[in-house]
């Protein structure tokens, strides 16, 4: 067992699922002999071939196509993004296509594609560099969204995605390529999409995150739970699609607080859907209303302000008094 960065981890699932799979192939710009932007491909053209590993012209449209096609006729593309804001004129075959494939079909066909790209803000990039959108991604019937916050996961989950017989979109969180390290396994394992897990057991209050705003929840709580005697459950979704309703509703229902933390933009996103969830099914459970701490409702500011928008430290810890002074 080694220790890896998250683009670590994910080079060395890609790798993997292509010594399994030869219907597996990987598509996107610069990924050859670059290794992508991130380098998370790097090595992996030498490796298998240009074949296998394509490096694409300048067109979302035409990899997401592509790799639509490709999955359609027993192909596994996993597809790279370069950025988040990059896969919107793509978008219409993960809507049109990809998404429908099965019903289109009445399951005679599947779309087993994966749609990776480094996703959220905090590497003082450019206005299309750095959104966080997975709400749009999971308010679309068919697809499946998962977004890891650590290296562990970002394994197991990109394996389990690759193998998953329907399109995963897959977000990894850009500013945590290479800012954290943990213990991955060096063999082939999967973790299942649509399962949260608790990281810390609590019986005073419910913080709920994933993805780009993990790490950042359990430094503040960390902080926090250094001055404070106050027990904290933390949940990590995961997965965005499908949500894991019963372990957060469960968690709930037992602390009877709840505080959701994500950089997505406020409205219509992961943490209302969340907040709804909550109402509906431990309502009577709670003692406090549920606190939300998000990006805004704008775009992503340019470098100078990029950080006032990624939820803080200090929005974090505020959020947490909120509900629990409530």
């Known amino acids: 067992m080694a220790e890896l960065k998250i683009v670590e981890a994910v080079r060395d699932a890609l790798d993997l699922s292509m010594q399994k799979d030869p219907n597996v192939i990987l598509l996107g710009e610069d990924i050859g002999p670059l290794g992508g932007v991130f380098r998370a491909t790097q090595g992996l053209q030498e490796k298998y071939g240009k074949d296998r590993v394509v490096d694409t012209p300048l067109s979302e449209g035409g990899i997401l196509g592509a790799a639509v096609g490709l999955a359609a006729n027993g ?3 996993v597809a790279e993004i370069q950025f988040s804001g990059f896969i919107w004129p793509g978008f219409d075959h993960l ?3 990809a998404a429908r494939m099965r019903t289109r079909s009445q399951g005679r066909f599947t779309c087993p594609m994966v749609v990776r790209f480094p996703a959220g803000g905090g590497i003082h990039a450019l206005e299309h560099h750095s959104e966080s959108m997975e709400g749009a991604f999971a308010h679309t019937p068919g697809l499946k969204v998962v977004y890891p916050g650590g290296p562990y996961e970002a394994k197991g989950l990109l394996l389990a995605a690759i193998e998953d017989p329907d399109t995963v979109i897959f977000m990894e969180p850009e500013r945590h390529y ?11 394992y999967t973790l299942p999409i649509g399962k949260a897990v608790v ?16 790490w950042d929840t359990k430094k503040a709580l960390n902080n926090y739970l250094m001055h404070k005697n106050v027990d904290v459950e933390l949940i990590n979704l995961r997965t965005i699609s499908p949500l894991d309703t019963e ?9 009877g607080r709840c505080l959701i933390v994500t950089e997505e933009p406020r409205s ?8 709804a969830v909550i ?6 459970s709670l003692e406090a209303p549920v606190v939300r701490v998000t990006g805004y409702d704008t775009i992503m500011p340019y470098l100078e ?15 947490l008094e909120k509900v629990l002074n409530y």
Not at 307 to 319: C, H, L, N, Q, V
């Open 75 to 77: 192909m596994r593309p």
């Open 95 to 97: 809507i049109n296509h």
């Open 178 to 188: 290479r800012a954290i390290k943990e213990e991955v396994p060096a063999e082939y």
């Open 199 to 214: 990281e810390k057991a609590g019986n005073d209050v419910t913080v709920i995150s994933y993805g780009s705003m993990l």
């Open 247 to 255: 372990t957060v509703v469960n968690s709930v229902k037992k602390t």
């Open 268 to 275: 219509f996103g992961v943490a209302a859907e969340l907040m």
């Open 279 to 284: 109402q509906e099914e431990a309502l009577l």
């Open 305 to 319: 302000t990029e950080m006032f928008y990624i939820p803080t430290e200090e929005r974090i810890i505020a959020g």
